[in-house]
């Protein structure tokens, strides 16, 4: 079957760029044995371009559409017992369903064996519609979520059709309380402080045979949390955490007081005084449309690199 040919079309890329990092990313999935985290997607609810955007950051991708940018999404590969896990229904989530199983050498048409969904915000449960009747028509697929979440989608069109028509097959989860995907995946949800209109909002600790990771795509404040993100940072091997803004300058039309989330500038500073191996844990992921991040020559995306921090990226594999 024809491999996923991954490739990075940045905004701005003229060449190699001093301190970029190590890349995880591979040219093609291979068959391979354990548990594999890939990165299906690393922007904003919105994308990239975004809509309405005439900016510059957007004014490029509108005539030459980078095939990287897609909305926030981890996918989960259990080789040896032949299960795949997709977090988050992105409104890209046909590509990445494709993505997915391109990494698991499965035929296109499979679906996940497992859906897990942070919150009710557009960017993370939208593809969900892409498994009705108008599209695929899926078979009790299992779509994992919090109380909140369950009800939402069981009560409110057109999700509900989705459970009347068992296209889909909720599972409902608890706080802090582990659950067994596969013989060697676990997940266990951690609530996080956010806009709940809809639901609640979590984030995800995968663990698979050896590693671990931590999902928080989404938080308004790390102060507001009653965890402390540092000891999780500790507990984990790899972090991909909240990134949407990389400081104040991005949001001058907008009320921060609506769309809050912790600045990466806010995130380093926090995190400091980690040690080098620490810091290189973390992954800074959900990037909104007008994230210098995105710009791997940005004196931005720079400074996280020199800082000894990661910028996630679209196609990035750790084992797990």
Known sequence: MKYLLVI??????????????????????????????????T????????????????????????????????????????KRFIFEA???FTSQAANLNEW???????????????HAHIGHYTGLMFLGREAKGAKKVPVYAMPKMTEFLSSNGPWDQLVKLKNIKLQE?????ENILSPNVN??????PHRDEYSETVGFVISGKQKSALFIPDIDKWEKWDEDIIDWVAKVDFAFLDATFYDANEINNRDISEIPHPFVIE????????????????????LNH?????????????LVLESGFRVAEFGQKVDL
């Open 104 to 118: 698991a050498d499965k035929e296109n048409d499979l679906m996940p064996d497992g859906i897990l969904i942070t």
């Open 173 to 177: 989860l608890e706080i802090n309380q």
């Open 187 to 192: 997940v266990t949800p951690l609530q996080v």
């Open 90 to 92: 992105s409104p890209d």
């Open 290 to 302: 007008t994230n210098p991040l995105w710009d791997m020559e940005s004196e931005a995306y720079k």
């Open 8 to 41: 990075l079309l940045l905004v701005g890329c003229k060449g190699d760029v001093k301190n970029k990092q190590e890349s995880t990313k591979t040219n093609s999935p291979k068959i391979q044995s354990g548990v594999s985290l890939v990165v299906l997607g």
């Open 43 to 82: 922007a904003q609810d919105g994308g990239s371009p975004h809509i309405g955007c005439k900016k510059e950051c957007c004014k490029e991708l509108w005539n030459k559409p980078d095939k990287t940018r897609k909305v926030v999404s981890l996918g989960i590969v259990d080789y040896e017992n032949d």
């Open 267 to 286: 995130s380093m500073e926090l995190f400091k005084d980690l040690s080098k191996e620490e810091k290189a844990k973390i992954h800074f992921i959900h």
